[in-house]
């Protein structure tokens, strides 16, 4: 199974999941994760062209073609343009749905991601939810990464070994200028970042960087920018020159790329390519300034934390705005109310986690439409958010916050939500079958229709006040322009707009007579308006940068609001625009005068269908990812290494994993095979894994006390093992798990001879474990946790309960039942700060208990490391931890972030049919005390330093010699200072 | 029990001022001040002089009230400001419409300011009485004797009427009073200090100025 | 029962009182709503509701008695008039509609509410 993990624990957590009744013994990656549901097996098909081999599954002829045809064409333009060939067919693997595309094993895929490429198998993946223009264009830049891998490192593999990566503009900065087009979007950030003053600026180690806030990395836009200037200064051939320039670069030590190409350095290539973009930008600094339309309504970070209007919604008062925005505290996209009056965020409508959905959808493409709106009663906002397979519409009360209604929706990406003027339906737009069409949902029955059904891209609708009438914009050729239906009929359809340029994000006036929208025809998005009995239309603003989402105030014509992009995000701006006459027009019906304008990629292919191959599943294996080193420091001192190879078939279906780990010379080797390809997954592994832990000897032999350590007491414990694990997730939160194994265990003293010499009894210590089991368990596992990613653990709770029975089938063989449970809980308190508690238990009972070991590190802090043994036990954590700075530059680098943590823990152990005591010897040659449980509390700092988690901590001892009264604890000892690397739980 | 009394009185007053808000709610809210002059339909304010009964010797009244107030006009208002000194008998003629529209035939966006002012100034006497002796500083001088303030009256009787129709639009009398410890103060001085209070009050209901008050809205 | 245990019981009862009583109105309704917005200084917003209110429940004497304060805040003094005289008709006792009504009154004579303003201090050296 393909955990939802951090991908640099994640062959942690499969070790984690190789036994079911050794839990306690993993004590470096405390997750377990959240789950990716396979909801559908997918029957793999493969047919190569002349450059790849396309791995698709859809049955429907023509979107096989259509994807040939424009990877074939993409890669003739990008050869020509490079002047390189690829030696290799490239592997290209087309998912016909973005939702299908998240369920790729090969890639990690979030909301947003539109393809993906890697290096080691040049693998390409892309999904079919966008029109065919926009898929070529991203196919050129994804096969350009391509490109880059094979130009740089050579062969496939080549990028294992590759240590010294080139910075990201370099790639995707290529890959943007590959394409040889400049997305209204890229335009608009880079002159936005021109015009205030904010361009990146390259360092001396040649990355780009920016100190304000940018939508996305400055790689993408100012890495195109970048090769347009070296283009425009160097000429055409000076691209390839820069490549070949960095082929050749050392492993350890990177030389700017631009000064070994070039021969500039940084400060004046910065100087040079400001000029040249101020220069490029000229023309734009007489047009208007965003902010001389009104003061910014809503998200103004850092002035507050949230960042970026992704869409709005004006109340049906005019005195609010509902803003999806992103929550920079939270690191979350949230709903906020702002007034109209001051700008003031009002309040925050979804504050903290939830798990009523995954995530909010937001568009950063405004052609698309406003991911929310209004209800014409005020009562309640839409928004579509990611509910399990697909998505479904939200209603939520924009006062109390809480969510009201949910509908399914059943296809693919839906988007751009408006209600009906009766608010009895709303109409929103989605994918369906490779087409995005129009569509109504009923909110009395949740019954779902298509409006449209047709081949065109509809996107953005509108409804006018009077219920009359939709107006959309229609993706033609690759340019949108306005469409007008009548609401009962959406088959007719009269186009509104015409000429050059993008028209899009439509909206009527209150009186339903005229149709504000959006226009790049100046090359910069305007607000426009169509009068519809006269066709004349009227110009509002002539922006520098882009302005969107027109809307009247509800009872004041003549005053709009809209979106502008303005220093690097979308602000809500309101203003009273009077609007000039530009033009006046005749609509016409679509294809009247001649059949509409649709992309076709440059080169035209015929399909073979006997060319098409079933995929051959676990045929061929590969190196899925380059082998990880991870380190661990245990509070006894003893340091923890390993490395592991991982192979895998080229869908990432299929996975084999070796794993070697080493810990005071003792090893462990694993071996697993997890077969993902569906929802039930399963995994074989054979391991032998060897760990030590320090029996508590003066538990049998209190004379051993005065003359030994804990340490001498070192014991290791040897389990060799062939099993096989199943999961199958009912969520993405919960799932189960099944185990059926053989185990072999050898446990002994590391120095048996002298320990067992210097025991007053004869028999010595004898809870050891030799001897066999076969068991077979079963588990229930959850995670709705929410992960911070700086700290850890955030919001939410996790919790693992599993039950293993032994069976005594022959000789030699252990028989217990044991069960165990995990349960945490995270309190988030704001800012960072949270409460975390944690309670593990577990009981073995039977002929042969199963002995577990634990203490130390975050467990019983005051424990020695692994020197609780028993058969049955609990300990209790409560934690708060406190931020105390995001990042601190030092002499020794970049730290933090650093967190403070009050704790306090407590434990109860016993071995089976004995009681469950403690002994401490606080004063040497004083008998010991009894006590029912231990514990310890006191504070430390958690700081990351070279991408570990370094705990410093000061710890007291704290006992309880009668645990039936809990407030008779004591306290042992000074504050001991104790030091670990690991992760929280 | 009783220990805990100061406890649980605390929390019955709590209880009871959580309580308090069951079917109404005290609200501050800055509310518009009430006009009947509407700013718009004029252009031009003509300071045609006011009836001026009584002023300091060396202080021209008249000149002073429109250097005053005509830029408050100008800018607040965006009126063009004249001054167009009209010969005032009586107080009658501020009542006489005929008169005003003669002054300015035809349509016209006019606004006369006109009325009547005085500024008057007396000096007044008080027995001050022994201050205690300071322990604390003995050498404090000890008061005692005679107090002098100088008194200075603004008495406004402010018209503002329309010119083409001769309307009265704006018919408000405004007296203010300040007391000076120095014998010399000057007169354009406390003519300014006098003429600020008059402003704010004159200009808040103009401009419809909002002003703190307070209103109760029900819960049900 | 301990002390510590009856002090817990007490602190929580505080909380919950503190909750339900400080909270403020219940917006489960469409008046609470308006003055939800009203302390937002979202006036155009509550009038939206009060009104709205009005058109599912004409004799809401909150909605007539609030709506007549927005219509003042919003200067429109006829309009306020008629709330309030609404209000009247039908609760013509409530104290506070009489006291707001009376306030919206003196409000229109701006003598009468000049002479509520404090005058500045005379200068004294």
């Known amino acids: 199974m393909t955990l939802r ?37 997918f029957r793999w098909k493969s047919y190569p062209t002349e450059h790849f081999r396309i791995y698709f599954y859809t049955e429907e002829p023509r979107t096989l073609k259509n994807v040939a045809e424009v990877a074939e064409s993409a890669y003739q333009k990008l050869s020509e343009a490079l002047k390189h060939q690829l030696a290799d067919p490239v592997p290209l693997i087309f998912y016909t749905t973005y939702t299908d595309f998240e369920l790729s094993n090969v890639f990690d895929i979030s909301e947003g991601v539109l393809g993906v490429s890697e290096p080691l198998l040049h693998r390409i993946g892309i999904h079919g939810d966008m029109p065919l223009d926009e898929l070529q264009r991203l196919v050129e830049h994804e096969l350009a990464h391509v490109f880059e891998f094979d130009i740089l490192w050579g062969s496939q593999s080549a990028a294992l070994y590759a240590l010294n990566i080139p910075p990201l503009w370099l790639f995707e900065g290529l890959s943007e200028y590959a394409t040889q087009d400049w997305s209204a979007w890229s335009t608009m950030i880079v002159r936005d970042a021109v015009l205030n003053d904010r361009i ?45 320039s960095i082929k050749g670069s050392p492993l350890i030590r990177r030389i700017t790329p631009v000064k070994k190409a070039f021969n500039i350095k940084p ?43 992704f869409s709005h ?25 702002v007034s109209t009056e001051d700008g003031s965020i009002i309040k925050n409508i979804t504050p903290g986690f939830t798990t009523e959905y995954e995530y909010i959808v937001y568009e950063y493409d405004p052609s698309l439409g406003s991911d929310i709106a209004w209800s014409p009663d005020g009562d309640t906002i839409a928004f579509i958010a990611r509910d399990g397979r697909k998505y479904s519409l939200y209603l939520i009360d924009p006062v109390r916050g809480g969510i009201v209604g949910k509908y399914k929706i059943g296809h693919d990406r839906p988007s751009a939500p408006r209600f009906f ?110 009068e519809l009995a006269s066709g004349e239309i009227k110009r509002y603003t002539d922006v520098w940068t882009g302005n969107f989402f027109p809307s009247a105030h509800p009872s004041d014509p003549g005053t709009l609001f809209f979106s502008s992009f303005n220093k690097g995000s979308y602000q809500v701006f309101t203003a009273r625009l009077e609007g000039t006459v530009e033009d006046r027009v005749t609509f016409a019906g679509l294809g009247s005068a001649q059949p509409p304008r649709r992309f076709r990629p440059a080169l035209t292919l015929d399909i073979e269908d006997k060319k098409i191959e079933p995929y051959p599943g676990i045929n061929k294996l590969y190196v899925a990812r380059r082998p990880p080193i991870d380190v661990v420091v245990s509070s006894d001192g003893s340091l923890y290494g390993g490395a592991a190879l991982a192979f895998g078939d080229l869908l990432g279906d299929h996975n084999f994993l070796v794993m070697i780990y080493q810990a005071r010379g003792l090893r462990s080797y694993y071996l697993s095979y997890l077969n993902q390809k569906r929802r039930l997954q399963f995994m074989p592994t054979v391991f032998e894994f060897t760990m030590f832990y320090y029996p508590p000897y003066a538990y049998i032999d209190p004379l051993l006390y005065d003359r030994l350590t804990y340490q001498d007491a070192i014991a290791y414990r040897k389990i060799t093992s062939a099993n096989i694990e199943a999961y199958y997730p009912l969520n993405r939160y919960y799932r189960l798990e099944g185990n059926l194994g053989f185990y072999r265990y050898e446990e002994n003293f590391f120095d048996p001879y002298s320990l067992n010499q210097q025991s007053s009894r004869p028999a010595g210590y004898n809870y050891f474990w030799n001897g066999n089991v076969l068991s077979f368990s079963l588990a229930f596992v959850g995670e709705t946790t929410h992960f911070s990613p700086y700290y850890g653990p955030r919001a939410g709770h996790t919790f693992r309960f599993s039950l293993a029975q032994a069976f005594p089938v022959a000789q030699g063989f252990f028989s217990n039942t044991t069960v165990r449970a995990d349960l945490r809980k995270y309190l988030y308190l704001g800012g960072d700060a949270l409460v975390a508690l944690r309670l593990e238990g577990w009981a073995s009972r039977g002929r042969d208990p199963y002995v577990s070991y634990y203490g130390g590190n975050n467990q019983v802090r005051s424990a020695y490391f692994y020197n609780i043994v028993c058969t049955e036990g609990w300990f209790a954590n409560a934690e708060l931890r406190l931020p105390l700075i995001n990042v601190a530059s030092t002499i020794i680098g970049t730290i933090g972030p650093i967190r403070a943590v009050l704790f306090f823990d407590i434990t109860r152990a016993k071995f089976n049919g004995y009681p469950g005591k403690f002994y401490l010897s606080p004063e040497p040659l004083r008998p010991p005390v009894v006590l029912d449980a231990i514990g310890s509390y006191g504070w430390g700092v958690q700081l990351f330093l070279l991408g570990l988690p370094i705990h410093i901590e000061w710890v007291k001892k704290l006992g309880w010699p009668d645990i039936s009264d809990p407030f008779s604890l004591q306290t042992y000892g000074q504050f001991e200072t104790k030091f670990w690397i690991g992760l929280d739980f | 029990m009783r220990k805990n009394s100061p406890i649980l009185l605390c929390l019955l007053v709590l209880l009871a001022a959580c309580r308090g808000g069951d079917t109404y709610r005290k609200i501050r809210v800055e509310l518009p001040a009430y006009s009947t002059l509407h700013p718009e339909q004029f252009e031009q304010a003509i300071f045609s002089g006011f009836l001026v009964a009584k002023e300091p010797d060396g202080l021209d009244l008249n000149k002073e009230i429109a250097e005053y107030f005509g830029p408050d006009f100008e800018k607040k208002l965006h009126f063009r400001v004249t001054v167009q000194r009209v010969a005032l008998e009586s107080e009658e003629l501020f009542r006489k419409p005929d008169f005003w529209r003669s002054l300015a035939p035809g349509p016209s966006r006019v606004l006369y300011v006109t009325g009547k002012a ?24 000890q008061r005692g004797g005679v107090a002098e303030r100088t008194l200075f009256s603004l008495s406004l009787h402010l018209y503002l009427i329309r010119g083409d129709s001769g309307e009265v639009v704006l018919d408000r009398d405004f007296k203010e009073t300040k007391a000076y410890t120095n014998p010399k103060q000057r007169a354009d001085f406390a003519f300014y200090d006098l003429a600020q209070r008059v402003r704010t009050k004159l200009f808040r209901p103009i401009l419809s100025e909002e002003r703190m008050q307070e209103r109760y809205l029900l819960l049900k | 029962m301990s ?115 404090k005058a500045a201090p005379d200068e004294k050296k």
């Open chain 1, 5 to 41: 993990a951090r991908s640099s624990a994640r062959l942690a957590l499969l070790l984690i999941l190789v036994s079911a009744t050794a839990a306690q013994e993993f004590m470096f990656y405390p997750y377990y994760g959240k789950n990716k549901v396979i909801y559908e097996t």
């Open chain 1, 200 to 244: 990146p600026e390259m360092t001396e180690s040649g990355d780009l960087t920016t100190r304000f806030p940018m939508p996305r990395d400055p790689s993408y836009d100012f890495g195109h920018a970048i090769y347009d200037f070296i283009e425009a200064r160097y000429g055409k051939n000076a691209v390839k020159d820069l490549w070949q």
């Open chain 1, 267 to 309: 400060h004046d290539f910065n100087h040079e390519f400001q000029k040249y973009l101020r220069e490029k930008n000229r023309k734009f600094l007489l047009r208007e300034n965003p902010a001389d339309y009104s003061i910014a309504l809503g998200p103004k970070f850092p002035l507050n934390p949230y960042y970026f209007t």
């Open chain 1, 313 to 337: 919604a004006v109340s049906p008062s005019g005195d609010l705005v509902a803003a999806l925005t992103y929550n920079v505290t939270d690191f979350d996209v949230d709903l906020v109310l």
């Open chain 1, 421 to 530: 003027p009766d608010g009895r339906a709303v109409m929103f737009t989605a994918f369906t079958q490779g087409t995005h069409d129009i569509f109504e949902l009923d909110l009395q029955s949740g019954e779902i229709v298509n409006l449209t059904r047709d081949d065109y891209f509809e996107k953005a609708p509108a409804i006018s006040p009077d219920g009359l009438s939709v107006v959309y914009s229609i993706r033609l050729d690759n340019t949108d322009k306005l469409f007008l239906s009548p609401l009962a009929d959406l088959s007719q359809k009269t186009q509104l707009t015409f000429g050059p340029g993008n028209t899009t994000c439509p909206s009527f006036s209150t009186d339903s007579r005229r149709v504000y929208y959006v226009g790049d025809v100046r090359e910069a998005f305007n607000i426009y308006s169509v």
């Open chain 2, 118 to 141: 005085e500024l008057t100034r007396e000096m007044r006497k008080s027995i001050l009485g022994k201050a205690k002796s300071d322990a604390d500083d003995p050498l404090a001088q």
């Open chain 3, 3 to 117: 002390k510590t245990t009856l002090a817990v019981i007490a602190l929580a009862f505080l909380g919950i009182s503190l909750v339900s009583g400080c909270a403020g109105p219940h917006l489960k309704d469409q008046v609470g709503f308006g003055i939800w917005a009203a302390d937002n200084d979202l006036w155009d917003e509550a009038i939206f509701r009060w009104k709205k209110v009005l058109g599912q429940d004409p004799l809401s004497v909150a909605a007539h008695n609030n709506l007549a304060v927005a219509y003042e805040k919003k200067g429109l003094w006829e309009e306020a008039r008629k709330e309030y005289e609404a209000a009247l008709k039908l609760a013509p006792d409530n104290p506070w509609i009489k006291l707001n009504f009376k306030n919206f009154k003196d409000n229109l004579e701006p003598g009468k509410s000049d002479k509520k303003d």
